[in-house]
């Protein structure tokens, strides 16, 4: 099964692709996709999808494992947030994916068998599970998308189903 793993966001937008035969965890491709400041709203959620849609395109994932929105104190950002992962959402429609969501506590519980691991411990347990070596650069937000993904793989494993999807077809969108 291949995933991919999206960390939403309208500056910088994290993704991942893994892929799991059996027991193992294969990496395959991350990155980021960095906005330009000055560039207008609608412009930078434009450049999250065409990145987003060009990847999915590219490898060919079956689902993406999206991380969940929380509201904290700046609702503001929290608007922002669900702005991006509205754009997610949509290049995986428009690819045909299933769409699972997983909140932070979840996927740090799944990667670091801790659920308030820094970035740091979720980052080393990231390489180690996909044998990276440091040569390999990974932002702080490609680790995290990478995270998300063996979240949701560790899960779609278990004998116990996975949390409800989140599923909308490309059909769906357009009405």
């Known amino acids: 099964m291949r995933v991919i793993g999206v960390d ?4 910088v ?11 193992h965890f294969r990496f395959l491709e991350a990155g980021v996709v960095r906005t330009q400041p000055r560039s207008s709203k609608a412009d930078r959620l ?8 060009g990847v999915i395109e590219q490898f060919q994932p079956a689902i993406m494992s999206l991380e969940r929105s929380f509201v904290g104190e700046n609702v503001q950002s929290a608007f922002r947030l669900g702005e991006a992962r509205g754009v997610a959402m949509l290049a995986a429609a428009c690819g045909g994916l299933d769409v699972f969501e997983y909140d932070p506590t ?14 740091q411990q979720v980052k080393m347990m990231v390489r180690r599970t996909l044998t990276l070596s440091d040569a390999v650069d990974l932002a ?3 680790s995290d998308a990478l995270a998300l993904a063996i979240c949701h793989l560790g899960v779609a494993s278990m004998p116990i189903a996975p949390p409800a999807r989140n599923r909308a077809s490309a059909a769906e969108w357009r009405r």
């Open 13 to 23: 937008t994290g993704f991942g692709i893994v892929e799991k035969n059996s027991q």
């Open 8 to 11: 939403p966001g309208t500056s």
């Open 106 to 119: 979840s996927v740090k519980l799944a990667v670091a068998s801790y659920g308030r691991a820094d970035k």
């Open 140 to 142: 702080d937000d490609a």
């Open 46 to 53: 434009l450049q999250i999808f065409e990145r987003l849609t």
